[in-house]
């Protein structure tokens, strides 16, 4: 169990700088996700708080001791890795007791941390096999197991369900929240999975070219996005961005965008300066179509046209022309909708974003 | 369907030639030694036009192994023996050893490499006169010291007449149980971990030939009449260095295939474990790569058994202390005429070689049906 801190902390291979000063405090038993598009350096901040990358700049400090030049094993995290990193010919006792071993357990210790991680990973019938005759989701278990038994102040995953197929990574995010709740260990978890994300995560840590652009609960950074990069990355579909105005009208501050006019809730973006361009930013899921008339005020909704529709099973998607901006709506249940079809749609304006179109930062 | 066979006798066509001329030229003519050292062709008129053989048995193996004139065999198959393990421990080890230290990713690796592998590439005709030269009595590595102001060395690298670990060829069957006790139970403690009831078994074998051996002492029945003692002779030494410095290079160059085919993650996952980079070559990277040891060893014993040239260009067919069998069925066969004696030899060595390579190739082919 111990905090994780990353003070400034910078990476350069050569003169490329892949880590521009990162500042994260990970609280003790805390669950965090790294998410990021390929490249932007998750991986690189894992294998540097895990001691496999040398740090360039700044600090990393677990517990409360400053880690920049302690040696990985000394550092007491454990890693599992998105190919699992077994060692191909020990069988899966020997995987899991090898760490033990190299810190010199006792023989019997060794088993019985063997046989109590193997119990909690069902894992008891594998033992005396190699990786080789294990399935994907088996080694993902004996890569995890391989991390419980030593337990380490910190667990670190980097991808570790990207080689599975939907169901069976589906069944080990599960396992995967069961554990953290059992063992309470500080995790930092690496994912491209948004749904991996957004379920597993006590904070989320949304990195972009090295830089972090937002650190917050997975609610958090759905509805209150940092800026226009946050709000395309977090969800799926992603938000709706359309290009506004803030004016007056009648007295009520109101969001302008060609034809379409929405007045905005009397709690948000009054203060902003009249005649403002603005970014205007609706989730997909803050645009109804079903039971407006009850769900909605009357000055938010709207007349549409359908563009497309698809159905997802639970929900559909659409795509709407409003007014002349086009939006795509998630709109709950089977709406069987034609290209041309009129409905009368609401949007959830208290969840509105607005971004300044400069900076594409969220306006507070 | 008829395709595929169709396919299969194209097949069978254009491998025909090659089975036809490895059958004859290939085991024709194994089955023709095997025949020529059942027989006593030899002697005064062995190059005759029509020369006499008379089919005698194994008379010639019995000879290689107890007959008195034979000495000299079995010296030469001792020190073959001798070779080819200081050749493998020292080729292996060595070549390992460099494998690791490249490894580590120096500067100059890709130089290193190729300054390491370039011994290979010699002939062994070359290397031997190389070597011929610096272990010269009075020249080469025994003036080294002189360089740092000490006394030359003395050593005769390849006429030395010492011989260590000597041993009573008489007592054969008695050091032979011996080893076999020795082994059985090295085996025995090996296997002790993954199942104690084959370690038992093992162990009881060893102990029971262990004790054979030594409360039968000297009732068991001797392999000669007269006393003759062989052993590890010291002017081997100079051969073994001249045959390491060519092979550890290629040994390097296999393992080192091999290191750097473990992925980077493997590596990590054993440092975040706790292993220090000793313990990640002993525990993790030598071992998974058992393959490649054993394809060194196979390849490198049936070279040694095999070994000519090297020994032919450094110290000529003759030199009594580097005998090696290679040579005398050599000078058996085409010097002394003694054409039989010469087969029986080569069958030997042939046995030898199969007793390496035929296990080797059973596991391969095990290996590829389970997969
Ligand atoms: N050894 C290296 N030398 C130079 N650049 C490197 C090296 N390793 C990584 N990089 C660069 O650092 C950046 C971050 O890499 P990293 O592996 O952390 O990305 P990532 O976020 O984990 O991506 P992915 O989601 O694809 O795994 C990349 O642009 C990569 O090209
Ligand atoms: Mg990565």
Same mark, same amino acid.
């Given at each position: 169990?111990?905090?994780?801190?990353? =003070?400034?902390?910078?990476?350069?291979?050569? =003169?490329?700088?892949?880590?521009?000063?990162? @500042?994260?405090?990970?609280?003790?038993?805390?669950?965090?996700?790294?998410?990021?598009?390929?490249?932007?350096?998750?991986?690189?901040?894992?294998?540097?708080?895990?001691?496999?990358?040398?740090?360039?700049?700044?600090?990393?400090?677990?517990?409360?001791?400053?880690?920049?030049?302690?040696?990985?094993?000394?550092?007491?995290?454990?890693?599992?890795?998105?190919?699992?990193?077994?060692?191909?010919?020990?069988?899966?006792?020997?995987?899991?007791?090898?760490?033990?071993?190299?810190?010199?357990?006792?023989?019997?210790?060794?088993?019985?941390?063997? =046989?109590?991680?193997?119990?909690?990973?069902?894992?008891?019938?594998?033992?005396?096999?190699?990786?080789?005759?294990?399935?994907?989701?088996?080694?993902?278990?004996?890569?995890?197991?391989?991390?419980?038994?030593?337990?380490? @102040?910190?667990?670190?995953?980097?991808?570790?369900?990207?080689?599975?197929?939907?169901?069976?990574?589906?069944?080990?995010?599960?396992?995967?929240?069961?554990?953290?709740?059992?063992?309470?260990?500080?995790?930092?978890?690496?994912?491209?999975?948004?749904?991996?994300?957004?379920?597993?995560?006590?904070?989320?840590?949304?990195?972009?070219?090295?830089?972090?652009?937002?650190?917050?609960?997975?609610?958090?950074?759905?509805?209150?996005?940092?800026?226009?990069?946050?709000?395309?990355?977090?969800?799926?579909?992603?938000?709706?961005?359309?290009?506004?105005?803030?004016?007056?009208?009648?007295?009520?501050?109101?969001?302008?965008?060609? @034809?379409?006019?929405?007045?905005?809730?009397?709690?948000?973006?009054?203060? &902003?300066?009249?005649?403002?361009?603005?970014?205007?930013? &609706?989730?997909?899921?803050?645009?109804?179509?079903? @039971?407006?008339?009850?769900?909605?005020?009357?000055?938010?909704?709207?007349?549409?046209?359908? =563009?497309?529709?698809?159905?997802?099973?639970?929900?559909?998607?659409?795509?709407?022309?409003?007014?002349?901006?086009?939006?795509?709506?998630?709109?709950?249940?089977?709406?069987?909708?034609?290209?041309?079809?009129?409905?009368?749609?609401?949007?959830?304006?208290?969840?509105?974003?607005?971004?300044?179109?400069?900076?594409?930062?969220?306006?507070? | 369907?008829?395709?595929?066979?169709?396919?299969?006798?194209?097949?069978?066509?254009?491998?025909?030639?090659?089975?036809?001329?490895?059958?004859?030229?290939?085991?024709?003519?194994? %089955?023709?030694?095997?025949?020529?050292?059942?027989?006593?062709?030899?002697?005064?008129?062995?190059?005759?036009?029509?020369?006499?053989?008379?089919?005698?048995?194994?008379?010639?193996?019995?000879?290689?192994?107890?007959?008195?004139?034979?000495?000299?065999?079995?010296?030469?198959?001792?020190?073959?023996?001798?070779?080819?393990?200081?050749?493998?421990?020292?080729?292996?080890?060595?070549?390992?050893?460099?494998?690791?230290?490249?490894?580590?990713?120096?500067?100059?690796?890709?130089?290193?490499?190729?300054?390491?592998?370039?011994?290979?590439?010699?002939?062994?005709?070359?290397?031997?006169?190389? +070597?011929? +030269?610096?272990?010269?009595?009075?020249?080469?590595? #025994?003036?080294?010291?002189?360089?740092?102001?000490?006394?030359?060395?003395?050593?005769?690298?390849?006429?030395?007449?010492?011989?260590?670990? *000597?041993?009573?060829?008489?007592?054969?069957?008695?050091?032979?149980?011996?080893?076999?006790?020795?082994?059985?139970?090295?085996?025995?403690?090996?296997?002790?971990?993954?199942?104690?009831?084959?370690?038992?078994? +093992?162990? *009881?074998? %060893?102990?029971?030939?262990?004790?054979?051996?030594?409360?039968? !002492?000297?009732?068991?029945?001797?392999?000669?009449?007269?006393?003759?003692?062989?052993?590890? #002779?010291?002017?081997?030494?100079?051969?073994?260095?001249?045959?390491?410095?060519?092979?550890?290079?290629?040994?390097?160059?296999? /393992?080192?295939?091999?290191?750097?085919?473990?992925?980077?993650?493997?590596?990590?996952?054993?440092?975040?474990? %706790?292993?220090?980079?000793?313990?990640?070559?002993?525990?993790?990277?030598?071992?998974?790569?058992?393959?490649?040891?054993?394809?060194?060893?196979?390849?490198?014993?049936?070279?040694?058994?095999?070994?000519?040239?090297?020994?032919?260009?450094?110290? %000529?067919?003759?030199?009594?202390?580097?005998?090696?069998? *290679?040579? #005398?069925?050599?000078?058996?066969?085409?010097?002394?005429?003694?054409?039989?004696? !010469?087969?029986?030899?080569?069958?030997?060595?042939?046995?030898?070689?199969?007793?390496?390579?035929?296990? /080797?190739?059973?596991?391969? /082919?095990?290996?590829?049906?389970?997969?």
């Amino acid at each position: 169990m111990a905090q994780v801190k990353l =003070n400034n902390v910078v990476k350069n291979y050569g =003169n490329v700088k892949v880590v521009h000063g990162a @500042d994260l405090l990970i609280d003790d038993s805390e669950f965090i996700v790294l998410v990021g598009p390929s490249g932007c350096g998750k991986s690189t901040i894992l294998r540097m708080i895990a001691g496999l990358e040398t740090i360039s700049g700044g600090e990393i400090v677990i517990g409360d001791q400053v880690v920049n030049r302690v040696s990985p094993k000394d550092r007491n995290v454990a890693m599992v890795f998105q190919n699992y990193a077994l060692y191909p010919h020990m069988t899966v006792r020997e995987n899991m007791a090898f760490g033990l071993k190299m810190a010199k357990e006792p023989r019997d210790i060794i088993e019985k941390k063997v =046989n109590q991680a193997a119990a909690t990973l069902e894992l008891g019938p594998y033992l005396d096999r190699k990786p080789a005759a294990l399935s994907g989701g088996q080694r993902q278990r004996v890569a995890m197991g391989r991390a419980i038994v030593r337990q380490p @102040d910190v667990f670190l995953f980097d991808e570790p369900l990207s080689n599975l197929d939907a169901q069976l990574r589906t069944q080990m995010r599960m396992e995967l929240k069961k554990l953290h709740l059992q063992f309470k260990t500080t995790t930092i978890y690496v994912t491209h999975d948004q749904i991996e994300a957004m379920t597993l995560a006590d904070r989320i840590v949304i990195l972009k070219d090295g830089y972090i652009q937002q650190v917050g609960s997975p609610i958090e950074v759905f509805e209150r996005p940092a800026n226009v990069f946050v709000a395309q990355f977090i969800g799926n579909p992603p938000m709706n961005i359309i290009k506004g105005k803030c004016t007056r009208v009648n007295g009520a501050m109101t969001l302008v965008a060609g @034809d379409l006019s929405l007045q905005l809730p009397e709690d948000k973006y009054q203060d &902003i300066a009249e005649g403002k361009s603005v970014l205007i930013g &609706i989730r997909p899921d803050g645009i109804k179509v079903r @039971d407006v008339e009850h769900r909605i005020r009357e000055e938010w909704r709207k007349e549409a046209t359908v =563009n497309v529709a698809e159905i997802l099973g639970g929900q559909s998607l659409l795509e709407l022309n409003i007014s002349n901006n086009r939006f795509i709506a998630e709109v709950e249940g089977r709406m069987k909708l034609h290209p041309g079809d009129k409905v009368t749609v609401g949007f959830e304006l208290d969840r509105v974003v607005l971004f300044d179109p400069e900076t594409t930062e969220a306006i507070a | 369907m008829r395709e595929v066979s169709r396919d299969r006798i194209k097949a069978f066509l254009t491998l025909l030639p090659s089975i036809v001329l490895i059958g004859i030229f290939v085991y024709g003519f194994i %089955g023709n030694t095997i025949w020529i050292s059942l027989t006593d062709w030899g002697g005064v008129a062995a190059l005759a036009e029509h020369p006499v053989k008379h089919f005698i048995g194994i008379q010639n193996y019995v000879d290689l192994f107890t007959g008195f004139l034979e000495g000299r065999f079995r010296q030469d198959m001792v020190n073959a023996v001798f070779y080819s393990v200081s050749l493998l421990a020292g080729a292996v080890g060595l070549g390992m050893f460099i494998a690791i230290l490249l490894d580590r990713k120096p500067k100059g690796e890709d130089f290193l490499r190729t300054v390491f592998l370039y011994p290979m590439s010699l002939s062994f005709i070359v290397s031997g006169t190389i +070597w011929r +030269w610096m272990l010269a009595p009075q020249g080469g590595v #025994n003036i080294l010291p002189t360089y740092a102001g000490f006394k030359p060395l003395t050593f005769k690298w390849l006429s030395a007449k010492t011989t260590v670990l *000597a041993f009573n060829w008489q007592n054969l069957l008695q050091i032979g149980l011996y080893l076999v006790a020795v082994i059985t139970i090295i085996i025995g403690f090996i296997v002790y971990r993954n199942s104690r009831s084959k370690s038992v078994k +093992w162990l *009881a074998i %060893g102990a029971l030939s262990g004790l054979t051996a030594w409360i039968g !002492g000297d009732m068991l029945p001797k392999a000669l009449i007269l006393e003759e003692i062989h052993g590890f #002779n010291l002017a081997t030494l100079g051969i073994i260095m001249a045959t390491i410095w060519q092979y550890s290079g290629y040994t390097m160059a296999l /393992y080192l295939a091999g290191f750097n085919g473990i992925s980077q993650d493997l590596h990590d996952a054993a440092m975040l474990d %706790g292993a220090s980079t000793s313990a990640y070559y002993t525990h993790i990277a030598i071992p998974m790569l058992k393959p490649i040891t054993i394809s060194a060893v196979i390849i490198l014993s049936h070279i040694s058994l095999k070994m000519f040239d090297l020994i032919f260009s450094m110290t %000529g067919p003759d030199n009594a202390e580097t005998g090696h069998p *290679a040579l #005398n069925m050599y000078l058996t066969t085409f010097r002394a005429n003694e054409f039989a004696r !010469g087969a029986s030899i080569a069958i030997v060595l042939f046995l030898l070689a199969a007793t390496f390579i035929i296990p /080797y190739l059973i596991t391969q /082919y095990k290996q590829r049906r389970t997969r």
